[in-house]
């Protein structure tokens, strides 16, 4: 590959880093062409990109992300065949990964080498089961105003009642 070649596809991926908010770096390595279509389709469908690098020039983009940190604990994971999968849902690509290895057919993979998830790093395939349950902003947020929401309307229904209560009691006294 020519280097003004090596350029342009180290451009595009960095555009693509920098479009998602996070990606996972998995080994698809072992899954025929047949499998390899189908993983491609069940990312397609949940919105998620699914890009096959050169670990070589996916380790450049990632150094020429001047904004976007330090991926140097990333570095150590990018050895054998490297696929990326890219999201702008945290938990999206995890829950695919742990459903897709379910079938027997694709001999355990993709396999987890490392994720990057609201500016947190996840090395290892033990981290699968941890980003599974990872929760959106937005759902955190969502759940803290449910939170915050829950003793107002406790005191709001409790006056209610109580006011249905005391028109009930005064009803029966002026019926008597």
Do not use: W
Request: charged letters at 25%; one cysteine or more; aromatic letters at 6%.
């Amino acid at each position: 590959m020519k280097k003004e070649d090596k350029s342009k596809v180290i451009a595009q991926i960095k555009s693509t880093i920098e479009a998602y908010k996070c990606f996972y770096i998995t080994d698809i390595a072992d899954l025929n062409s047949e499998r390899t279509s189908d993983l491609r389709k069940v990312c397609f469908n949940q919105d998620v990109k699914l890009l096959v690098v050169k670990n070589t020039l996916f380790k450049k983009a990632l150094e020429s992300l001047s904004e976007g940190g330090d991926f140097s604990p990333l570095f150590d994971t990018l050895k054998g065949s490297t696929s990326i999968m890219f999201s702008n849902n945290g938990n999206s690509p995890a829950k695919l990964i742990k459903e897709f290895k379910k079938d027997k057919k694709n001999n355990g993979k993709p396999i987890l080498k490392a994720a990057y998830v609201q500016e947190c790093f996840y090395v290892g395939e033990d981290q699968l089961d941890s980003l599974v349950s990872l929760k959106t902003k937005e759902q955190l947020i969502g759940e803290i105003v449910g939170l915050l929401q829950s003793p107002a309307k406790n005191v709001i229904s409790a006056l209610q009642s109580g006011g249905n209560t005391l028109h009930g009691v005064l009803q029966t006294l002026s019926e008597k």
